[in-house]
């Protein structure tokens, strides 16, 4: 049986860092995408809680301003959260007079949901405090790397 051949001294420690007792886990991209991403989700939990609103309920918001009479289901699938996840957020901002869910007309047991006035002023205040906290996380990258991030990123995403 042959063994593989190690790569050249100088190739190894770029390819495969040393696994000192912790760095694989603080070197390892994941870790760090995940610790990016509860970084800027808890400063934007932060900046937005406020105006008693959650990042779940922000992006059901941002979404039903784009494309209004959505389901709970549509909605799920593109903000890629769960059923479940997406009718807690819509109830809760429902009672809060910032949503209203009316039957589809062509499919009675469907429930399209509708931003109120209420809540279309409310998207404002809440997403713009939203970007604001987005820029200062990522205010420490350029302009040119945070567009050579998402570029990256959107690869990496594209796959899959």
Same mark, same amino acid.
């Given at each position: ?111 399209? =949901? ?6 279309? =002023? ?39």
């Amino acid at each position: 049986m042959a063994r593989s051949p190690k790569p050249p001294e100088d190739v190894w420690p770029q390819q495969h860092p040393p696994k000192v007792m912790g760095a694989e886990l603080t070197d390892n991209l994941l870790w760090l995408l995940k610790q990016s991403f509860y970084f800027s989700l808890n400063s934007v939990n932060d900046a937005i809680a406020p105006h008693g609103v959650t990042t779940a309920q922000l992006g059901l918001l941002r979404r039903l301003t784009d494309e209004p009479g959505l389901s709970g289901a549509e909605l799920a699938r593109r903000l890629l959260i769960s059923p479940q996840g997406v009718q807690l957020a819509l109830t809760a901002l429902e009672r809060r007079g910032l949503v209203e869910r009316r039957q589809d007309p062509q499919h009675g047991r469907i429930l399209q =949901a509708y931003l109120t006035d209420e809540g279309r =002023a409310a998207v404002t205040a809440v997403f713009n405090d939203a970007v604001a906290a987005h820029q200062k996380v990522f205010g420490v990258l350029s302009v040119e790397e945070q567009t050579s991030l998402c570029t990256l990123l959107s690869r990496v995403v594209d796959q899959g």
